[in-house]
């Protein structure tokens, strides 16, 4: 992963678990995260976001792209916490883009086979197959 050196700033928060390496490296991935939105990769997004690299990814990573890159993120701040166990938790991003707009964000981090992903993609349903609905049935 490519990371920005020197924008995480001395205000980020400590992570609330025992396993700071572990907090060490979702904290990078946010980090990834940003200098994919500054330097407007697909790519990179894809692999941050832990996803194949197919057509429903490449679209869904242009579109965060048109609303969230290339505006010179710089980040304020970044909180991990691992509370779903020792390979999930939360990250609550804090950033700052080069026109001052903020750009708060909250993602599950996710590792998975050592590398930690966040969950910011949403998976297409198979084809064919309904999606949950929260609709109550009509009488």
């Given at each position: 992963m490519a990371l920005l050196s020197g924008c995480a700033s001395g205000d980020d928060q400590p992570a609330s678990s025992s396993s700071s390496a572990s907090a060490d490296g979702a904290r990078a991935a946010v980090v990834a995260y940003v200098d994919a939105l500054n330097s407007r990769s697909v790519a990179r997004l894809i692999d941050v976001g832990g996803v194949e690299d197919e057509t429903w990814s490449r679209r869904e990573a242009e579109r965060i792209l048109?609303?969230?890159?290339?505006?010179?993120?710089?980040?304020?701040?970044?909180?991990?916490d691992l509370d779903m166990g020792p390979d999930t938790?939360?990250?609550?991003?804090?950033?700052?883009d080069k026109a001052g707009r903020p750009l708060r964000d909250t993602f599950t981090v996710l590792r998975d086979d050592g590398a930690w992903h966040l969950a910011f993609f949403?998976?297409?349903?198979?084809?064919?197959?309904?999606?949950?609905?929260?609709?109550?049935?009509?009488?």
């Open positions: 048109a609303d969230r890159g290339g505006r010179g993120w710089r980040i304020e701040g970044v909180r991990v938790g939360s990250a609550r991003l804090e950033a700052e949403t998976q297409p349903t198979e084809s064919g197959k309904e999606s949950s609905s929260t609709d109550r049935p009509g009488t």
